[in-house]
T-cell receptor, first 113, second 114 residues
Framework: DAKTTQPNSMESNEEEPVHLPCNHSTISGTDYIHWYRQLPSQGPEYVIHGLTSNVNNRMASLAIAEDRKSSTLILHRATLRDAAVYYCILRDPYGGATNKLIFGTGTLLAVQP | NAGVTQTPKFQVLKTGQSMTLQCAQDMNHEYMSWYRQDPGMGLRLIHYSVGAGITDQGEVPNGYNVSRSTTEDFPLRLLSAAPSQTSVYFC?????????????FGSGTRLTVV
């Protein structure tokens, strides 16, 4: 399974943008880049995913490098409710057994008021 | 639309006891999976299924059994509980053959084995 590398922790101030990086140098052509977050004492929550182009939704934006070896999750205005562990995961939906999500250790985001 | 429902939310077992963690989804997802999360760690995949009648092992399958007789349900069985199985267990589901959907997770079952 292709691996991802994320910083262990990051800090942000409330109402400021946050850029969470992820490196995935061994990504294959059919791997989608997924981001999930886990709030304290809750199950993981889907945030966003993409293949090649940058993606936006109501929660965040995903910027994907042209060579797809890295990506950045962007929270445009961090709130205290965004404090969570953020996971960057590669998923191949056409790979059968590789359809599964394998979690790394993620980035713990702290948001200061 | 309930999403992914896990029961029970909390459970205490004695070593050697057996139990089944229930997981049900109402989204007609083909793919279902079980994860465990130990304190301060990420999620580790136990077993997964790509459809009714099909199951496979994940990263940490030892001590757990699964079956998938219907699309909606994917129970996880502990045949003889051990303290090392103390953890929080999450069930997740998704469509299989498209990249346009994420996984939906349940709220978890917190299991303590004494």
């Amino acid at each position: 399974d292709a691996k991802t590398t994320q910083p262990n922790s990051m800090e942000s101030n409330e109402e400021e943008p946050v850029h969470l990086p992820c490196n995935h140098s061994t990504i294959s052509g059919t791997d989608y880049i997924h981001w999930y977050r886990q709030l304290p004492s809750q199950g993981p929550e889907y945030v966003i995913h993409g293949l090649t182009s940058n993606v936006n939704n109501r929660m965040a934006s995903l910027a994907i490098a042209e060579d797809r070896k890295s990506s950045t999750l962007i929270l445009h205005r961090a709130t205290l409710r965004d404090a969570a562990v953020y996971y960057c995961i590669l998923r191949d939906p056409y790979g059968g057994a590789t359809n599964k999500l394998i979690f790394g250790t993620g980035t713990l985001l702290a948001v200061q008021p | 639309n309930a999403g992914v429902t896990q029961t029970p939310k909390f459970q205490v077992l004695k070593t050697g006891q057996s139990m089944t963690l229930q997981c049900a989804q109402d989204m007609n997802h083909e793919y279902m999976s079980w994860y465990r999360q130990d304190p301060g760690m990420g999620l580790r995949l136990i077993h997964y299924s790509v459809g009714a009648g099909i199951t496979d092992q994940g990263e940490v399958p030892n001590g757990y059994n699964v079956s998938r007789s219907t699309t909606e349900d994917f129970p996880l069985r502990l045949l003889s509980a051990a303290p090392s199985q103390t953890s929080v267990y999450f069930c997740a589901s998704s469509y299989v053959r498209t990249g346009n959907y994420g996984y939906t997770f349940g709220s978890g079952t917190r299991l303590t084995v004494v």
